[in-house]
């Protein structure tokens, strides 16, 4: 492999990996601040997908799918959690994972009722239709843009989380409910939040990659796969965990699809045994 | 005023009169033929093993029976694994009797149910594209109605090679399956006779959906045709960002084997514009037999029928072709009746080989064609051309037993 090549394999390498943390964010923060295991995460990425599909065809604006997406999905996880998902939260994650696994297939089943078994494109916005040359590569001008999105949305949590009263609040949630809820905070309006909000990122995600890889109806399983890997090899529960486990994911599937092409796929969850060997926790979990 | 011997009489009749339905019922069951179609409903294939279904089913329900019997159609959903599609044959053919199987969602499943519906001495319609159907593993209970992998490369490469004479370097993208390799193989094989400079591959797995990495490494070889080796939702994957990473501004980009009007409708025109694609079947051909699949499908759809449910339609039709033609719906009858069967198929008179079990038709070259250009919403490819392009018999490696 040429350094040049290696050069724009790394470069891609991150581009994917910003569009996994993007996948994974939502799922992290769930889990980080609820310890709720969310298998629909995956269906709520879908639905957006086709939201996207929708708005695009019927306006025509890939602008009001974004907002649109998003939105309403939060608004799709927020009956979902009123109605099914807040009692199970004092149950087991297994009981959690079956209940989200049902909603899954619910969501994926309803979408093949409405828009058929069959993919569809979502065009790429006319302003970032183009390339960028890097010497003797290109790279597509709407990757930059969800990348600068990516980056954009890590900063914005980060400060949400760190630096504001609702991320202390979301923060002492998730260490201990009770102690929150003695202090005269509403916790389960907190958790609707959170779960409204990663569910949301989820949509952001699904909207995003729509014109990158078209609608299907079966797109969520996969996506739900990378999410798990990158959590697991950043850390369950941490954003910061979330970025890193992306990237990181992004140049092994970017660099091994030269190096040994068979065998991209298989480096991505070898990546995450030796993450998982090495540190059980994931690269930025807390021991 | 009843009298005595009508009682009597009405009495000893009463449990015959009772027992009628199930008389009847028998009488019907012994004229209702099982057809069991094996499509993965889930899964990596479940788009195409839906669409497949859909044809197979619609095609048992226009026909509606075939030499007096009626045609009842069974799915058995093999949720995209081989060994599950194996179990479930055997269970359709071992408790309910089932003799007469139809369909398979990729080759590696086609492969192994047709040994199985072999061993159980059935007959098996298949829609694989992998040589080895009709070829080293080919058997007497087995038919396949689309093209193998040889004809495709053969009726979609080698025509591109003529029109385009400077395009000296090729790249492939495989899918590492059956299937894919078999493509690539015989790709191998045309650059070989053809001098063509075949310049790198990359294999990709079954669950892969990021390509940029593949594309990067073929456009690092400056490549003049990027030809695209793989199947379903992979190949529309590929070819989106093949295209987003602008390959199609100094190199032209294959499919040797699409699905055809969902895959160009799931691209969209502004991706499908000067890209190659290679289908079984293209709706605008204009035959008897697809406008009989049209019917169908309008009637259920309302709209034009793609190559899926084409594909599940011929393979439906081929069994029901066979059962009508032997005028019974046993096995050897109907083997019997469909070697050297000619019919009007979807994609015209179509002609089943003796040799091989290979139906012989013909397989399209097709180019995306500009927005602007499009007579309607799913005009948006022109045939470049109609190849009936196979191996000969005694080249395809198949060695048939004489009898099942």
Redesign the interface.
């Given at each position: 492999m040429s350094a040049q090549l290696l050069l724009f394999q790394v470069l891609n390498g991150v581009g994917i990996g910003m569009i996994y943390f993007l996948l994974s964010v939502g799922l992290t923060l769930i889990f980080g601040l609820m310890r709720f295991v969310n298998f629909a995460h995956g269906a709520f990425y879908l639905a957006a997908a086709y939201i996207a599909y929708a708005v695009v065809l019927w306006t025509g604006s890939f602008w009001w799918a974004l907002l649109f997406g998003p939105v309403l999905v939060a608004i799709l996880a927020l009956i979902i959690e009123r109605l099914l998902l807040r009692h199970t939260y004092a149950l087991p994650h297994e009981a959690q994972i079956l209940i989200t696994f049902a909603v899954a297939l619910i969501i994926q089943e309803a979408i093949i009722l409405i828009f058929s078994p069959l993919g569809h494109n979502v065009p790429v916005p006319s302003a970032l239709s183009g390339v960028l040359f890097l010497g003797p590569y290109v790279y597509p001008s709407y990757r930059l843009a969800v990348i600068g999105v990516a980056a954009l949305v890590a900063v914005v949590l980060w400060i949400a989380i760190e630096r504001t009263k609702m991320g202390s609040i979301l923060r002492a949630g998730s260490e201990s409910a009770e102690m929150v809820g003695l202090l005269g905070i509403n916790v389960d309006r907190v958790f609707m939040a959170t779960f409204a909000l990663g569910a949301a990122l989820a949509g952001l995600a699904g909207v995003l990659v729509a014109p990158l890889r078209g609608v299907e109806p079966f797109m969520s399983a996969e996506a739900l796969g990378i999410a798990f890997v990158v959590v697991v090899v950043g850390g369950l529960g941490t954003l910061s965990g979330a970025l890193v486990g992306g990237i990181l994911i992004g140049l092994v599937q970017s660099i091994m699809s030269t190096l040994w092409p068979e065998g991209a796929q298989l480096m991505i969850y070898a990546a995450m045994a030796l993450v998982i060997l090495i540190r059980p926790t994931g690269l930025m979990g807390r021991i | 005023m009843i009298d005595r011997r009508r009682v009597l009489t009405g009495v000893a009749a009463a449990p015959l009169v009772l027992a009628a339905p199930a008389f009847i019922r028998r009488a019907n069951a012994q004229s209702v033929v099982d057809v069991a179609g094996v499509y993965s409903m889930?899964?990596?294939f479940?788009?195409v093993g839906?669409?497949l279904n859909d044809g197979s089913k619609w095609a048992i329900e226009q026909y509606g029976s075939a030499a007096g019997n009626k045609l009842n159609y069974v799915l058995l959903d093999d949720r995209g694994d081989a060994g599950e599609a194996v179990r479930k044959v055997q269970e359709a053919m071992t408790q309910r009797g089932i003799k007469h199987v139809i369909g398979c969602t990729n080759s590696a499943i086609a492969l192994a149910v047709q040994k199985e519906v072999y061993a159980r001495k059935g007959i098996y319609i298949n829609e694989a594209g992998a040589d080895e159907i009709t070829g080293k593993d080919c058997n007497k209970s087995s038919f396949r109605w689309p093209v193998a992998c040889y004809s495709a490369v053969n009726a979609t490469v080698r025509p591109l090679i003529e029109k385009l004479p400077k395009a000296k370097r090729w790249y492939t993208i495989t899918g590492?399956y059956v299937f894919g390799d078999s493509l690539l193989s015989n790709c191998k094989d045309v650059f070989k006779e053809k001098g063509i400079e075949h310049v790198g591959n990359?294999?990709?797995?079954l669950?892969?959906?990021?390509?940029?990495?593949?594309i990067?490494?073929a456009?690092?070889q400056?490549p003049d045709v990027l030809a695209i080796c793989n199947f379903g939702?992979q190949t529309?994957?590929v070819v989106?960002?093949a295209i987003?990473?602008?390959m199609k501004?100094n190199t032209k980009i294959l499919a040797v084997w699409s699905t055809g009007l969902?895959?160009f409708?799931?691209?969209?025109p502004?991706?499908c514009e000067d890209i190659y694609f290679g289908a079984n079947f293209w709706h605008g051909v204009d035959t008897p037999g697809s406008r009989r699949v049209a019917e169908i499908v309008k009637q259920k759809t309302g709209d034009v029928p793609?190559y899926l449910q084409a594909c599940g339609y011929a393979v439906s039709q081929i069994l029901i072709e066979g059962i009508n033609k032997a005028n019974s719906t046993e096995v050897p009858a109907i083997i019997k009746a469909l070697e050297g069967l000619s019919y009007e198929g979807p994609t015209g008179t179509e002609t089943i080989r003796p040799e091989d079990h290979q139906v012989v038709k013909d397989y399209y070259l097709m180019l995306g064609k500009a927005k602007s250009k499009m007579k309607d919403k799913n005009d948006l490819c022109d045939v470049v051309a109609a190849t009936k392009a196979f191996l000969p018999p005694e080249k395809t490696g198949c060695q048939m037993a004489a009898s099942l």
């Open positions: - | 889930s899964g990596t479940a788009n839906s669409g590492q990359s294999y990709h797995s669950s892969d959906r990021e390509y940029s990495g593949y990067a490494t456009m690092a400056s939702n529309v994957d989106r960002q987003s990473y602008g501004r969902d895959q409708q799931a691209l969209g502004e991706n793609n």
